[in-house]
């Protein structure tokens, strides 16, 4: 609860250091009927934020997430404005202070230069450079806001099938071609809702793989979401198992896991399961998310997930092919002798400058595409796919595009 307070406060500041900052600037402006407009648009804007943000807050405080329900447009522009563009707007408003003040403090100390001539004539409605360059500064964030808004209003429900061939050790030369449908992280609930569920499920069984495999965060965070989840998962064709992510666990482990398990649907925690494909036993197991009960409140963190892996490692039947399904990728350090790991979790970095910049390395180890490694000397290699997600819970990506996986398995 502490962290959260931090974030919001913080979030609270940015918004009225930003409007405090750029009204400063705009003040100086001349009168005039346009200026007079933009500054109108100006305080328009940081009052809505200001406000949305009051009023999500209040809503939280009563158990009650009101963002779930604000048109998709205004969800995204006051996530992309409180997540992205107010914080940068923060610093570079900041550094500007500090150089302004730095300014004065130079003219005071040094003897002022002599005056510059003064111009023939200049007419008393012109905008000198420093109050352009001032309104571009206040200006600047609410623009950068609304047209990156209108980027992910574009791709919201866009995403693409990925497709990986992967030599896998020990796999039974019976399941040679074995094929698997991976999905994950769909978020269901603010950004991810209505038609985009039948295209995720349309295209997860075009690819008529013998299974499907979900790696957490089916919801956002409010259990109303769960029957729209239910009813996804119920509408995928073949074998089906689930594992559980954080987001899914945000407003109750216990609702979400007894709800999913009464469906019917195969959901593993810290549990395994055995399917039947070509005559073969393939043993399907599931880390739940963080680590044991016994932990208490330090159970998510990295020594939570080993000893969740742990646990988990005492289920494994060496009679059947395993699979692990893991939401968070550091799991596959703690999986040794496991050959093929599925992960979700990181978005693929969610905002990424290319595929080696962003966010995706700066906070994971691993965090789109295949990882592979040899496990020991004699050749026994492991594998680890990350899914970059196919929902949303922030509306904007770049390089780091929404995605089903189609998996091919090959023995080593």
């Not at 395993?322 to 703690?334: E, K, S, T």
Request: aromatic fraction near 8%; charged fraction near 15%.
């Amino acid at each position: 609860m502490p962290v959260i307070l931090l974030i919001l406060g913080s979030l609270f500041a940015a918004d009225l250091f930003v409007w405090w900052s750029g009204a400063r600037l705009l003040r100086k402006l001349p009168e005039r009927r346009a200026r007079r407009r933009l500054r109108g648009l100006f305080h328009g804007f940081l009052f809505f934020q200001t406000a949305s943000l009051t009023g999500i807050v209040a809503s939280w405080s009563q158990h009650f997430n009101i963002d779930t329900f604000l048109p998709t447009p205004v969800a995204i522009v006051v996530f992309i404005w409180h997540l992205l563009v107010a914080p940068l707007a923060l610093a570079g408003n900041l550094l500007g202070l500090v150089a302004e003040s730095a300014t004065a403090l130079i003219r005071r100390i040094l003897p002022a230069p002599s005056p510059a001539p003064l111009a023939d004539s200049v007419p008393e409605s012109a905008i000198s450079r420093r109050e352009f360059l001032g309104t571009a500064a206040a200006l600047t964030p609410p623009v950068l806001t609304l047209a990156l808004s209108a980027a992910a209003a574009a791709q919201l429900e866009d995403f693409r099938v990925r497709r990986f061939t992967i030599p896998v050790s020990g796999l039974p030369r019976e399941l040679d071609g074995l094929t698997i449908a991976h999905v994950s992280d769909t978020h269901i609930g603010r950004f991810t809702h209505g038609r985009v569920l039948g295209k995720i499920v349309e295209a997860t069984n075009a690819l008529r793989a013998e299974m499907v495999l979900f790696t957490g965060d089916l919801i956002n965070d409010s259990l109303r979401a769960l029957p729209q989840g239910i009813e996804m998962l119920r509408s995928l064709n073949g074998p089906l198992v689930i594992c559980e992510g954080n987001h899914d666990l945000i407003e109750s482990r216990v609702a979400f896991e007894s709800q999913m398990k009464a469906s019917g649907l195969k959901l593993v925690v810290n549990e395994a399961t055995t399917l039947k494909v070509r005559g073969i036993s393939i043993q399907i197991l599931g880390l739940r998310w963080g680590g044991p009960p016994t932990r208490g409140n330090n159970r998510h963190d990295e020594a939570g997930l080993a000893a969740s892996a742990a646990e988990l490692l005492k289920l494994r039947d060496p009679a059947a092919f395993p699979i692990v399904l893991a939401h968070h990728p550091h799991a596959w350090d703690h999986l040794g002798g496991l050959p093929l790991v599925l992960s979700g979790h990181t978005h693929g970095g969610q905002l990424m400058l290319n595929e080696r910049l962003g966010f995706g390395p700066a906070m994971f180890r691993y965090w789109s595409g295949l990882y592979t490694r040899k496990a020991n000397p004699s050749g026994f290699s492991q594998a680890l796919v990350v899914s970059n997600g196919v929902g949303n819970w922030f509306p904007l990506r770049t390089e780091a595009p929404a995605e089903i996986l189609h998996i091919t398995l090959q023995p080593a």
